[in-house]
């Protein structure tokens, strides 16, 4: 089986611009669990997914920021909104992405794919086509496939 029998077709995609709340919100709205970043030409750029999100989030990234908000203050209290608005609504998808994206080309089979998510330690797979980007194969796309074979 190859990755073009395996894939998801035309994942999602955004732009390295697009603010990492709308990323959060396409993500929980349509159950994935990770987007692809894609160029203005459409070549694939990186990759979001949950755990890029929640690294940002990681206790040693809140202490640094937390440090340098509180000299900034001044012993003044600091506006929650403003706050959110600097750990969410302000980054994009460039500033939390992973990239370069490890991808597979539509010809690799399963035994490859499975190899590259398990020695890369990824749950999915951009899968291109001459380089551009034709759709994702995740863990879940091979636990089907593999199951669909027993049947």
């Not at 370069?100 to 597979?104: E, G």
């Given at each position: 089986m190859k990755a073009r029998d395996l894939m998801t077709a035309t994942p999602y995609c955004?732009?390295?611009?697009t603010p990492v709340s709308?990323?959060?919100r396409?993500?929980?709205d349509r159950d994935i669990s990770a987007v692809m970043v894609t160029g203005d030409d459409g070549a694939l750029i990186g990759v979001v997914s949950e755990g890029d999100?929640?690294?940002r989030q990681d206790s040693a990234h809140q202490r640094k920021v937390n440090h340098w908000l509180s000299l900034l203050a001044e012993g003044e209290a600091l506006n929650l909104e403003f706050l959110h608005?600097?750990?969410l609504g302000e980054?994009?998808?460039s500033a939390v992405m992973s990239s370069?994206?490890?991808?597979?080309d539509e010809s690799a089979d399963l035994s490859e794919i499975a190899d590259v998510l398990l020695k890369r330690g990824i749950k999915r797979v951009p899968v291109v086509r001459q380089g551009k980007l034709v759709g994702v194969v995740s863990r879940r796309d091979i636990l089907q496939a593999l199951l669909a074979q027993e049947v």
């Open positions: 955004v732009s390295p611009r709308q990323i959060m396409a993500m929980l999100l929640v690294r608005s600097l750990q980054q994009t998808a370069p994206a490890i991808t597979v």
